[in-house]
Antibody
């Protein structure tokens, strides 16, 4: 079964840090492109970050650029999101999602999503 | 502009056709995707590359994209289709962009 499972969420104070993980199974993670997407309480979906299968291409939304870092360990079938200098507007459910192909070649969508992990930034 | 605009809510009677639209500048020149999200659950891909259905998505879901508008159509709407629906597009300048979402109510 194709599956993504996020972990690492929790309550953190403004200015603090948190590292999210996403464990992949049921597909070849090492050749898969991946995204992080978040959803603030009662709000819509917001793309956060993208990483290619070899980590050669990494992109961030302007709202997190310079504060968040995406990485992956293909040997461990795992995706990560290091979040620093957290702010109240980073409070959200964070989803990892698979991007099925190179975005510029028609793969600009997400076909598998995890259940998400909740990050709350509050003093 | 890279924004995608959706009508906040749409209501439909069971068995009728629901039409959800997504508008954006030259959206027809990009691929549009649609996601269904039921309360408390993760999004599910229901349409990709404008009009393709992933395996397991019922045939009553269909999509189109032309000009500045992408459309998700649900024929013979069922109560289980009640959810939030998000459109999404990608381009090299703005990466992944989502619409604000449409809440579909099946009355």
């Amino acid at each position: 079964e194709v599956q993504l499972v996020e972990s690492g969420g929790g309550l953190v104070k403004p200015g603090g840090s948190l590292r999210l993980s996403c464990a992949a199974s049921g597909f070849t993670f090492s050749t898969s492109y991946m995204n992080w997407v978040r959803q603030a309480p009662g709000k819509g979906l917001e793309w956060v970050s993208y990483i290619s299968y070899g980590s050669n291409y990494i992109y961030y939304a302007e709202s997190v650029k310079g504060r968040f870092t995406v990485s992956r360990d293909n040997a461990k079938n795992s995706l990560y999101l290091q979040m620093n200098s957290l702010r109240g507007d980073d409070t959200a459910v964070y989803y990892c999602a698979r991007v099925p192909a190179v975005p510029s070649a028609g793969g600009g969508y997400m076909d598998v999503w995890g259940m998400g992990t909740t990050v709350t930034v509050s003093s | 502009s890279n924004e995608l605009t959706q009508t906040p809510s749409v209501s439909v009677s069971p068995g009728q056709t629901a039409t959800i639209t997504c508008s954006g500048d030259k959206l027809g020149e990009k691929y549009a995707s649609w996601y269904q999200q039921r309360p408390g659950q993760a999004p599910i891909l229901v349409i990709y590359q404008d009009d393709k259905r992933p395996s397991g998505i019922p045939e009553r879901f269909s999509g189109s994209n032309s000009g500045n508008t992408a459309t998700l159509t649900i024929s013979g709407t069922q109560s289980m289709d009640e959810a939030d629906y998000y459109c999404q597009a990608w381009d090299s300048g703005t990466a992944w962009v989502f619409g604000g979402g449409t809440k579909l109510t099946v009355l």
